[in-house]
Structures are given as structure tokens and as C-alpha cells.
């Protein structure tokens, strides 16, 4: 595990899309797993422009989307595969046959699941996988429990990542779905590069946990991440201000 230290949102969004860049540079036809929710806009932004000024071409690229809420199609404005066409497939080059989502209105969920996750490794596994960190310990939508399932799954959504999720509904927490499909804790722990992303003081308890807990808990998901054998903290100053430095240093 490695941890980059970097002083605000702006850098770690700066710095993340330059890891990636530089992947698809050496490959160009990568397996991108793409990110949804506040943490990685920033990113994309960097992303788009990066392609804008002629710096990459993602024309190869082949995506796959993290998660996906239940019960809402891709063309509802509070999907995740609005989302991604939203703040970054759009605006770039991206083959739109190889763009591949969780269908969140499939009528047999678990067996459209079961199908991405397959589709997944069928084509090779994941090169790149970037998450950030839910308030409970959440990576992707898989929420804490006494055990985590290894592959993509429904899952009921906590109570807490629904009321986080809510300003994406108006504040509605009534409108935020009750269910969601999410890749697992295998798919995310065989990519090839995983990257877990967090910034702001609001995180600064949530990384503490992550890394001054001396065990894997299933009932903090994100503390798998530390068994993943290329896995990348990119951390702000403000996410990083109650963990001691020490530790951290540890992984510099």
C-alpha cells in the first residue's frame, strides 16, 4: 500500500487524473472501473480537459461502472450512468460500445449481477478500480456487515449512506432508492490498481479508522484495501489531520 499526501481537493483530483492518464498511455485499451458521487467530479474535470488540450485519447478505453442504484434507469438524472455521461463519457472520446453499467431495472437483479461480474472477468479483469470512502467504512456500495460478498451483488443500502446520498435527491431521503447493485470485495481486491481517494476534514476520522485499526474488519469494508498488493491512498491535508504522521509515513 501506498499513501500520496497532497494539500487540497484540487491536487488530489489533479494527481489522480494524471495516475490515470499515464495508465492508459501504457495501455490504452485499460479496464477502467469508474467512480460515482462528490469525491472523484474533480477528477473527471481534469480528465476533460486533459483530453481537450490533446494530452490522451480514451478512444480505446473500456469502462465499467462501480455501482448503480436499483429501481432507476440510466436516463434518470440521479443514476450512476448519468452521472458518468454527465461529468466525463460525453466529453470525450470513449467507444460507446465499451462503456458497461449494472442495470438498475433489470427484473432478475441478482442474475444481471452475476452477469457484469462475469463480463468483467471475461474480458480480462479490472486494470483500475478508484472508490473513496462512505461515512460508515463503505467502498463502492459494499456496506458494513459480519461478512462481505466477493462479487457484483444487490445490497440494501444502509440508512446512513442514504441520508449522505440524499443531496443528490433534493435532500429527499425518501427519493434515494432502498437498493443498489455494486460491485464486490473480489473484483475490487484482483484490480490491477486500486485507488482510494479522500479529502476534507469530514474524512479526517474516517482515514484515522482506516488506518490506525490494527485488523481487516468486514465491518469496515475500506480496511480490505490494505491487503490489496497495489493499492494507492491519495489523501489531503485536511483528511489526513487526525492520523499520526508517523503512520503515515510509513507508506510514503
Request: net charge negative.
Amino acid at each position: 500500500m501506498k499513501v500520496i499526501l497532497v494539500k487540497d481537493y484540487d491536487e488530489l483530483s489533479r494527481k489522480t487524473a494524471e495516475i490515470i492518464v499515464e495508465m492508459v498511455k501504457e495501455k490504452p485499451n485499460m479496464i477502467f472501473c469508474l467512480p460515482a458521487g462528490g469525491s472523484p467530479i474533480g477528477m473527471y474535470e481534469y480528465l476533460v480537459k486533459m483530453y481537450q488540450n490533446k494530452e490522451v485519447s480514451f478512444k480505446d478505453m473500456i469502462t465499467f461502472d462501480m455501482d448503480e442504484y436499483a429501481g432507476i434507469g440510466p436516463e434518470d438524472k440521479n443514476s450512476y450512468a448519468y452521472f458518468m455521461q454527465e461529468h466525463f463519457l460525453r466529453y470525450v472520446d470513449v467507444d460507446p460500445k465499451n462503456v458497461h453499467y449494472p442495470n438498475g431495472l433489470a427484473e432478475d437483479l441478482d442474475a444481471m449481477c452475476k452477469a457484469y461480474s462475469e463480463q468483467i472477468f471475461a474480458m480480462g479483469g479490472l486494470d483500475l478500480a478508484i472508490t473513496g470512502i462512505g461515512d460508515d467504512g463503505h467502498v463502492a456500495f459494499n456496506e458494513p456487515n459480519s461478512y462481505l460478498l466477493p462479487r457484483t451483488h444487490a445490497v440494501e443500502l444502509a440508512e446512513s449512506t442514504r441520508k449522505a446520498n440524499a443531496r443528490f435527491f433534493d435532500g429527499n431521503i425518501d427519493l434515494v432508492p432502498t437498493k443498489a447493485c455494486s460491485i464486490g470485495m473480489e473484483d475490487i481486491m484482483r484490480t490491477r490498481t486500486f485507488i482510494v481517494v479522500a479529502s476534507g476534514k469530514h474524512k479526517a476520522e474516517l482515514i484515522k479508522k482506516t488506518f490506525e485499526t490494527d485488523h481487516i474488519d468486514p465491518m469496515w469494508p475500506v480496511s480490505f484495501s490494505r491487503m490489496h498488493p497495489n493499492c494507492i491512498f491519495i489523501v489531503d491535508e485536511d483528511a489526513a489531520s487526525m492520523t499520526d504522521p508517523a503512520l503515515l509515513k510509513e507508506y510514503q
